[in-house]
């Protein structure tokens, strides 16, 4: 005979969270989600930085044919600035606020005007000789030049476009703060991290020419 089992019989069986067990679970999920939020805010900024490559990529290009047309890099003034950027090599850098860009050439028989400041690391062993590097320089503040490293600074384009305000205060001592950088180089080392440190004591990390070391370290 098969036993009827009542509605209320049922009911009275089901049983829902404990208070306990509901706070383990939402100690748990605060834990992941204070794990998680530094590498979103990493993904966050990897992700605003790219925006300067295309310009870093222009003005290493534009510079490049400056030099077979020329016999020289760019440019004829003691610092290589936004502006002489803007009027030699014709890259136009008004609207990009969040960047100012600075080329650093060194080798008298390369450059028109070579400049006493460092490369952003030293060359190694197996990297080709370093010709220029671009700089784009994060920029916080609307107005003033921007220190930058190796005691160089980078003074924005005449009618510069304010930052839209995701770069730190240079004073934050956060990761994507104003004065830190993203290099190109040319030519460009092989892949992969530098044994010896350069600026601000970093091992930088190169991919097709680019890195970005800097920006991403607190």
């Known amino acids: 005979m098969i036993k009827q089992v009542r509605p209320f019989q049922i009911l009275r069986h089901k049983q829902g969270f404990t ?14 989600a204070f794990m998680a939020i530094p590498r979103l805010n990493i993904a966050m900024l990897d992700a605003q930085v790219q925006e300067a490559v295309p310009w870093l990529t222009e003005i290493a290009a534009k510079n490049r044919m400056y030099m077979l047309e020329n016999g020289l890099y760019c440019c004829g003034s003691s610092t290589i600035q936004e502006d002489e950027i803007v009027s030699d090599l014709g890259v136009q850098l008004a609207d990009v606020g969040d960047f100012c860009f600075v080329m650093i050439c060194r ?24 010709e220029f590097e671009v700089w784009a320089v994060l920029r916080s503040s609307s107005s003033g030049a921007i220190n930058a490293p190796n005691a160089t600074s980078c003074t924005p384009a005449t009618g510069k476009r304010d930052p839209s305000g995701w770069v730190r205060s240079s004073t934050s001592g956060d990761a994507g ?16 991290r530098d044994a010896v440190q ?3 004591e970093i091992n930088y990390e190169w991919l097709d020419g680019f890195s970005k070391s800097m920006v991403l370290r607190p």
Do not use: W
């Not at 006493?116 to 197996?126: K, N, V």
């Open 177 to 192: 703060r104003e004065g830190q950088v993203y290099v190109l180089r040319y030519a460009p080392p092989p892949d992969g």
């Open 107 to 130: 080798d008298a028989s390369l450059c028109e005007t070579p400049v006493s400041t460092d490369f952003i690391a030293p060359a190694e062993a197996d990297d080709p000789t370093i």
């Open 198 to 200: 350069g600026a601000r």
């Open 19 to 32: 208070l306990s067990e509901l706070m383990i679970v939402m100690a748990v999920m605060g834990t992941i």
